[in-house]
């Protein structure tokens, strides 16, 4: 299975940004799906952002326009940048790998991002 280390979470305030890194252990050059969920406390992990192997972004509406998802194939690393941060934001993000269609999906740790004043 594809280990996955997330990086980037903390304490922000509202306004502020971000940018969560999550490199995996394996080449992410031709992965068939990645992307990132959040979830907040006494909620379901909901999807925030996913990108495809050609580099095609999607975003659930409540994060368009302020995050972006993107990839660097050379460092096996996908990056949220998140600005304009709001304390709904609040949450443990976690990236998620599926390499291929018949594969399973491999889930970072997890990590804190917590918008606040």
């Known amino acids: 299975q594809v280990q996955l280390v997330e990086s980037g979470g903390g304490l922000v305030q509202p306004g502020g940004s971000l940018r969560l890194s999550c490199t995996a252990s394996t080449s992410i050059f031709s992965i068939y799906a990645m992307g990132w969920y959040r979830q907040a406390p006494g909620k379901q992990r909901d999807p925030v952002a996913a990108?495809?192997?050609?580099?095609?972004?999607n975003y659930v509406d409540s994060v368009k326009g302020r995050f972006t998802i993107s990839r660097d194939n050379a460092k096996n690393t996908m990056y949220l940048q998140m600005n304009s941060l709001k304390p709904e934001d609040t949450a443990v993000y976690y990236c998620?790998?599926?390499?291929?269609?018949?594969?399973?999906?491999?889930w970072g740790q997890g990590t804190q991002v917590t918008v606040s004043s």
């Open positions: 990108i495809t192997s050609g580099s095609t972004p």
């Open positions: 998620y790998i599926r390499p291929t269609i018949v594969s399973d999906t491999s």
